[in-house]
């Protein structure tokens, strides 16, 4: 078996982790926005001995979901500079012969190969996110099972995947180096503690970095504890907004600040997969790197899950939710009659620019979302409201949520370009980026000693152990009605409902696991229900939750004690490390508050 990711040229392909812990690998994915791939990717292999082989590939039909018309992420094997007789990542099963919208094995051509070394290439075809995770060629008879559990033990079979390397013993072990893993981070290091900061992506910041491309929002530096947020202001970029350059998004001040602490391992790309457990605790954890897939083991003593999907908790046993309890639970005035599984959606931003070249885009219809002069966004950027997934699992349909953001962006260019009453005025509009890493609103939450709600924030009821500040307010999403008729159960369309409040401290027993004794969390994943959810969110609100986070791993550490020990205990400790913060105060400020009247927020920021 070769695993894409690991050839030893992966030309102009991607590769692609967001998803290992649903599809069980790392990937390479034609992301050329309707462009083909012009380097192949390429590998040498060593075949064992003459015979025939046939040729199985691991891939995936993306746009079987909602078309049954060709698909357009296609690709050839080349084997020695031949290409294979099938085309790939039309969907067909080798093990069921159906044409299916998940990953499986498709069966290619047998090939007569001579002992020695042979040459394998990806060819691209159409540059419209063609994917592949494997190949096999095999004298055997038995053909590859399609399911996850059939895949893992095939790799476990081949691959010898039980091997790892331990990477060492640390104070406090962060997963996730969006704003909060940063600021927890940082906020630790800053106070003594020895820090893991382990990271799926190979760039920092997560919703904020110029793979995703989403603005900060919130306040930072505000009371009770006005120091909190000046962490945010060394690491945050300058200008607010969605869907812009590249540039506007800093990438590099974030891994400038985290890279100057001594004090914290720094692992990029690295996806969690699994957790010891030891008397309820977490004791140390497992992580796949994405591109050679190699895996390293690492302990700690308390751990913190930034991931906003709360990966880690779900493998340590803690209890999580996710969509939105029943009004009756809390008494909340804006939940639902009855508790359901929805979730705000995922925005996939994109942008495109008027240049003074005439371009042509592939015409998308025959495999896109129908779109016609009234349902049709004739816009040049995405921005907070095309909004999908939110009738999905946030988790498990992860991929297909993401899928569905780049199909509603190509169709829509598509049209624009092709059909629409005023297409001349985009003959030189040209598609310029299409993210493929999704900006998450909202999945899974984990439950805390004390569950904060909608209550709290509207009548601001006070609590002993306040920490950092949410001002925004609880601003809500659902599927705009027209989109939700034309398109049922796959709206790409919301609208915001907005409900003001005053600044509200968030309790510190929001911050910590109560199943699992020595878990934090930080970010979107902390303790809430789906209606305060809807306020906490916003991004600098999170980072101020990383660094208190950081701060009590520090007490935890120098005190041995546990999360909940400091509530009950050591809270005064953490109430001194907040007045006086762990950022730095003599840089220039840029993080200002950016929130304007018209409905109550930015457009760009929600």
């Known amino acids: 078996m070769a695993l894409a990711t690991r050839f030893d040229d992966r030309g102009d392909w991607t590769v692609e982790q967001q998803f290992m812990l649903q599809m069980g690998s790392s990937y390479l994915l034609a992301h050329g926005i309707g462009t083909p791939l012009p380097k192949d990717a390429k590998t040498t292999i060593l075949v064992p001995e003459d015979g025939d082989y046939t040729l199985f590939v691991r891939t995936k039909n993306w746009t079987k979901y909602w078309s049954d018309g060709p698909t357009p992420g296609i690709f050839q094997v080349f084997v020695d500079g031949v290409p294979d007789e099938e085309t790939f990542g039309t969907g067909e099963s080798a093990s069921t012969g159906e044409v299916t919208p998940f990953w499986c094995f498709q069966r290619g051509s047998v090939h007569h190969l001579s002992k020695g070394f042979h040459e394998i290439a990806l060819h691209d075809l159409t540059g419209f996110d063609g994917r592949c995770d494997a190949i096999i060629l095999t004298k055997a008879k038995e053909v590859p099972g399609d399911s996850l559990e059939e895949y893992k033990e095939l790799r476990r079979r081949l691959l010898g995947e039980d091997r790892q390397e331990e990477k060492g013993h640390f104070d406090f072990v962060v997963v996730g180096a969006g704003i909060s893993g940063i600021c927890a981070a940082l906020a630790a290091a800053r106070l003594g503690l020895k820090v893991a900061l382990i990271q799926d992506r190979y760039i920092l910041g997560g919703n904020n970095s110029s793979e995703v491309r989403v603005g900060l929002g919130g306040r930072i530096n505000v009371d009770p504890y006005p120091s909190l947020g000046y962490l945010i202001n060394e690491i945050g970029p300058e200008r607010i ?138 816009v040049h950027r995405a921005n907070w409201y095309w909004e999908v997934g939110m009738h999905d699992d946030q988790v498990a349909e992860a991929e297909k949520i993401r899928d569905y953001g780049m199909y509603v962006a190509y169709s829509t260019f598509s049209y624009c370009k092709n059909h629409y009453s005023a297409k001349e005025n985009w003959e030189c509009t040209h598609l310029v980026w299409v993210s493929h890493v999704a900006g998450k609103r909202e999945s899974r939450r984990i439950m805390g000693d004390y569950v904060m709600t909608e209550n709290d924030l509207i009548r601001r009821i006070p609590h002993e152990d306040a920490t950092c500040t949410t001002t925004w307010r609880i601003d809500q999403h659902y599927p705009m009605k027209e989109n939700e008729d034309r398109y049922p159960g796959e709206t790409w369309i919301s609208v915001g409902r907005l409900t003001p409040i005053d600044p509200y401290p968030i309790p510190y027993r929001c911050f910590y696991s109560k199943d699992v004794p020595n878990l934090f969390m930080a970010g979107r994943d902390i303790s809430v229900t789906h209606v305060a959810f809807g306020s906490i969110r916003v991004m600098r609100t999170c980072g101020m939750m990383g660094e208190v986070v950081g701060m009590a791993a520090s007490i935890c550490s120098k005190r041995r004690v546990l999360p909940r020990d400091i509530y009950t205990t050591y809270f005064e400790d953490l109430k001194a490390l907040m007045r006086k913060g762990t950022g730095r105060t003599d840089l220039p400020y840029t993080q200002f508050y950016h929130q304007v009247d018209r409905v109550g927020h930015q457009a760009e920021d929600r």
Request: hydrophobic share 35%.
């Open 241 to 378: 907004g969605n869907a812009r350059g590249a540039h506007h998004y800093m990438d590099w001040k974030k891994m400038d600040v985290v890279k100057a602490e001594k004090n914290i391992t720094l692992f990029t790309g690295y996806t969690v997969v699994s957790a010891d457990m030891e008397d309820g605790k977490i004791t140390g954890i497992t992580a796949v790197e994405a591109t050679a897939q190699n895996r390293i083991h690492l302990t700690g003593y308390t751990f913190s899950d930034c991931t906003g999907d709360a990966y880690l908790a779900v493998m340590a046993g803690a209890e999580t939710r996710m969509g939105r309890e029943a009004r009756s639970e809390y008494n909340e005035k804006i939940a639902p009659e009855v508790a359901d599984d929805y979730t705000m959606g995922a925005s996939l931003q994109w942008y495109c620019e008027d240049w003074n070249t005439p371009c042509s885009f592939p015409d998308a219809i025959d495999w896109g979302l129908s779109l016609d002069e009234i349902t049709v966004e004739p």
